[in-house]
């Protein structure tokens, strides 16, 4: 039964994995849902648990084609705060001149960095290298750099959704004033965080299971108690752990 549920689950998986990569596809949170997803237990996985497994070339060779075949991910920049109030005018003024377009491109890279996932250290990094305009006092600033972020699996157990959770830890403009890179550096890092988070990387209908036993008259369900997930060998290995239970056909 293991190994039935982990190939059902590896054709399926790929549809959460596109979902993922196109940085959208989900409502937006203030927070995302769930809890982070743990390590396996030292102890061994419990019974009924499928194994899920995600090399790290797979999700760039995704990311590569989504830059060779679509538009790059492109978000408006988030203006918050005072920044939006003493600067919403000037951007109104540069957008209508069609100086600045006021968002951040993703690239796949520049910098001197690819972007890409990189699973090392048990954790999954993701350098992002990006371009983008704003105004800043009337003046259209054109900007370019990379980011340094990381991603946080989480595990919503009401919905029984997989999430992710992107993390910029520092931003990093190339050739900017530092005035300027104090207002914009910020901007950045909130609007990816706020555009890109939650990442939906499976949906419980996809990994739970309701299978018709003919023999029996019954369905053979499993919904799903616990994920654990752990990083090693340039590979994600995602650990489902299921609940499951029979259930007899009622006679209309």
């Known amino acids: 039964m293991g190994k039935f549920i982990t190939g059902t689950l590896l054709g399926l998986v790929f549809g959460g994995a596109l979902v993922f990569y ?15 997803i743990q390590t396996p237990d030292p102890n061994g996985v419990p019974a009924g648990t499928a194994q899920i497994v995600l090399r790290q070339d797979f999700f760039n060779q995704v990311l590569q084609t989504i830059f060779r075949d679509m538009n790059a991910p492109s ?13 919403s005018k000037a951007v109104g003024y540069a957008l209508q001149q069609n100086q600045c377009d006021g968002k951040i491109t993703l690239l796949p890279e ?19 290298a990006f371009s983008g305009s704003t105004s800043v006092l009337g003046q259209c600033i054109q900007f370019k750099g990379w980011a340094q972020a990381n991603l946080e699996l989480r595990f919503d157990a009401s919905q029984q959704n997989v999430l992710g959770q992107i993390n910029i830890e520092t931003v990093n403009l190339d050739g900017v004033n530092p005035l300027i890179s104090g207002f914009v550096t910020p901007i ?5 965080n706020n555009r ?11 990994i739970a299971l309701s ?5 029996t008259n019954g369905n053979l369900q499993a919904n799903v108690k616990d994920v654990r997930a752990e990083v090693k ?3 994600l290995n995602l650990y489902v752990i299921y609940d499951f239970a029979g259930k007899m056909k009622t006679d209309n």
């Open 22 to 36: 196109f940085f959208g596809g989900v409502p937006r949170a203030s927070q995302v849902p769930g809890a982070p």
């Open 75 to 87: 978000f408006p920049l988030n203006l918050t705060g005072e920044n939006r109030a003493n600067d």
């Open 110 to 128: 520049g910098s001197g960095v690819q972007t890409s996932l990189r699973f090392e250290n048990n954790k999954i990094a993701a350098p992002l």
């Open 188 to 192: 950045v890092q909130t609007t990816i």
């Open 196 to 206: 890109v988070n939650p990442i939906q990387i499976l949906q419980g209908k996809q």
């Open 211 to 215: 299978l018709p036993i003919a023999a």
């Open 233 to 235: 060998d340039n590979a």
